[in-house]
């Protein structure tokens, strides 16, 4: 067994041992504990309570992500009936500003509706959090809180227009099954939304399964919301109630400075007023280096054929073109660019390039979506939270 998998299997060990109540709430028996620990040794943890966990960028080079690198980001406990395969209790409800409410079966669910399959990316609102001065509190994700998986399910547009929206419908707030960390099971972990508008957009979906299959426990059986292009967040899991509403949601993480930023430019380490920050709604434009690994040796025979590649993406809509620099900006190459799978999926690019001698390089990808917006070579907008970071990734090269 590896270094890198032994720690993860002792830093979910610590978890499932450190009391009854994440026994009995998190895993229900030393299978399911074993299981999931087996599916997700590639990743790396950074809390524990509650889980969450990244997968270093060049284990997310694959055009679907599987989904033992795909990441976990929980705000609460994975319930117990998220490992029940009995779905006989389980029940949506939707309400709120529609001509009628209603809950639906699992089997009414997929009767009635049409399934649906997207690559479609989710990315933590955090991702790269780890890159702001001064440090933001939160899990310090690096580049790993991110992936682009299949996702299956029904349009939740026509989960809503089965029910007919009013016209004063204009927020969907979610609320899930999840378990408050302190145990007290009367609290919402976490209850977002997102507009009207995203609701009824084609890949918005009620998810059933990830990459083909039932979505593991970690990933919301047995349905989550898909919210593609928005921070992950607004993306709940283990669903249990739809609610349409005639305001902006609320719920829990959606009032503070939870998921937002401010409405201006502030310096870093400002201290910033609730009612000066704005959510967070489309992602910003972001690239990905997948191969090869950062730190890696290229013989010298081969610097002329240095072959670069990864993913590019961007809450606003197509990436238009990404360009490789190897000379810390001075020169720009444009790299050959993928379409992508459907909207809201991430498109390959990749590049042949030069390396001019022996030594040590930095290569940096910077992507530019069909908005003109491209990403910024440093830390962009400090925020209290640290969101949003799409400064361009780079990777350590050295030629021997």
């Known amino acids: ?24 709430h998190f895993f229900l028996d030393k299978k399911s504990f074993l299981a999931f620990a ?14 969450n966990a990244q997968a270093e960028p060049h ?64 990315e933590c609102g955090g991702n790269g959090r780890a890159g702001f001065y001064p440090p933001t509190p939160g899990n310090q994700w690096t580049y790993g809180a991110v992936g682009c998986p299949e996702w299956s399910g029904i349009r939740l547009k026509d989960l809503l227009n089965d029910l007919g929206l009013k016209s004063s419908a204009k927020y969907i707030a979610y609320y899930g099954m999840d378990i408050h960390p302190s145990g007290d099971m009367k609290k919402d972990v ?5 507009p009207i508008h995203k609701a009824l957009e084609d890949t918005t979906l009620v998810a059933f399964k990830l990459n083909g299959k039932d979505l593991p426990p970690v990933h919301g059986f047995p349905a989550r919301l898909i919210c593609p292009g928005f921070p992950a967040s607004a ?16 719920g829990a993480k959606m009032t503070g400075n939870s998921y937002k930023i401010p409405k201006n430019p502030v310096a870093p380490g400002s201290k910033v007023l609730d009612k000066d920050l704005m959510i ?21 025979k081969d610097k002329d054929k ?35 799978a459907n909207p809201f999926a991430w498109q390959r690019w990749e590049i042949t390039l030069v390396l001019p001698q022996q030594g040590y390089y930095e290569v940096w990808s910077c992507a530019t979506d069909m908005t003109g917006k491209s990403q910024p070579m440093v830390t962009p907008g ?14 350590a090269i050295n030629v021997v």
């Open 235 to 250: 993306s709940g899991k283990w669903l249990k109630k739809i609610w349409v509403r005639d305001r902006v949601h609320d």
């Open 280 to 300: 967070i709604e489309n992602m910003p434009v972001k690239s990905l280096i997948t191969f090869p690994r950062s730190k890696s040796k290229v013989a010298v």
């Open 382 to 395: 400090w925020n209290p939270k640290g969101y949003v970071n799409n400064a361009m990734p780079r990777i």
């Open 59 to 122: 284990k997310l080079d694959q055009q679907v992500t599987p989904t033992h690198s795909l990441f976990v980001r929980n705000n609460g406990i994975v319930p117990s009936a998220a490992y029940q395969s009995d779905l006989s209790k389980w029940s949506l409800s939707v309400t709120g500003e529609l001509n009628q409410e209603k809950s639906y079966t699992m089997k009414d669910l997929l009767k009635k509706f049409k399934l649906y399959t997207y690559q479609l990316v989710l």
């Open 38 to 51: 087996e599916d997700k040794k590639d990743l790396e943890v950074l809390n524990d309570r509650p889980l």
């Open 190 to 194: 976490i209850s977002r939304g997102f």
């Open 306 to 340: 240095f072959i670069c590649r990864g993913f590019a993406w961007s809450g606003s809509g197509e990436i238009a073109k990404v360009d490789v620099s190897f000379d810390f900006g001075q020169t720009w190459h444009t790299a050959k660019l993928s379409q992508p």
């Open 1 to 24: 067994m590896d270094k890198s998998r032994r720690n993860f299997l002792k830093k979910i060990a610590l978890s499932y041992i450190y009391s009854d109540f994440v026994f009995k």
